[in-house]
């Protein structure tokens, strides 16, 4: 596609469910970011993938949040026993390679946890 | 880790005067900032961006400078039109973040006509 998607765009669940957020990137980039926005900030990281590895999860806030991609194109971020802090903006990003080049974002997914 | 500090949190201007936006960063290594509108419900949109091995970048109404001795770089908007209205958040990576974006806490800009 032209650019990145995101799906699905809203996300209303229950606290304690189980959660997938899907990403599909700019076709060819290479490097996946996601990143969670609270209302009033700015981004904040949470994993890189670099193809098929995730070459720096250090932004995971706790083992409840998990993130995969697998073929090295689309991405799933996944967010067990969810908690009301974890409603957000889930955004996605990609770029074509790694390290510093510029980063396109998506439309994002804003959950919300009841 | 890298922080990013961003000033002002608003900033009101009428429509075309100047708009400027100033950034610290602490990690001497990061070597690309870029800068980022986003409109209220919509994605971080990229507007330009910076590598440490210039000075100043300038795209028509649009420029960023960078102090890598000072650890600051600014975005500088001329001749200001309503729709620039937005916030603006600015960000830094290099180093040891090698792509990881670090962001500041953004600038709510409001043009009046």
């Known amino acids: 596609g032209a650019g990145v998607s995101q799906t699905p765009s809203n996300k209303v669940t229950e606290k304690g469910k189980y959660v997938e957020l899907r990403c599909d990137p700019i076709s060819g980039h290479t490097a996946l970011y996601w990143y969670r926005q609270s209302l009033g900030q700015g981004p904040e990281f949470l994993i890189y993938?670099?193809?098929?590895?995730?070459?720096?999860d250090s932004g995971l806030p706790n083992d409840r949040f998990f993130a995969v991609r697998p073929e090295g194109s689309v991405s799933t971020l996944k967010i067990q026993r969810t908690e009301r802090g974890d409603s957000a903006v889930y955004l996605c990003?990609?770029?074509?390679?790694?390290?510093?080049?510029?980063?396109?974002f998506g439309d994002g997914t804003r959950l919300s946890i009841l | 880790g890298e922080n990013v500090e961003q000033h002002p949190s608003t900033l009101s201007v009428q429509e075309g005067d100047s708009a400027v936006i100033k950034c610290t960063y602490s990690d001497s290594a990061s070597n690309y900032f870029p800068w980022y509108k986003q409109e209220l419900g919509k994605r971080p949109q990229l507007i330009i961006d910076i590598r440490s091995n210039v000075g100043e970048k300038k795209d028509q109404r649009i420029a960023v400078t960078l102090n890598k001795t000072a650890k600051h770089f600014s975005l500088h908007i001329t001749e200001t039109q309503p729709e620039d209205s937005a916030v603006y958040f600015c960000?830094?990576?290099?180093?040891?973040?090698?792509?990881?974006?670090?962001f500041g806490q953004g600038t709510i800009l409001t043009v009046h006509p």
């Open positions: 993938f670099q193809g098929t590895g995730a070459a720096d």
């Open positions: 960000a830094a990576t290099g180093g040891t973040s090698y792509g990881k974006l670090t």
């Open positions: 990003a990609s770029s074509l390679r790694g390290g510093s080049q510029p980063q396109h």
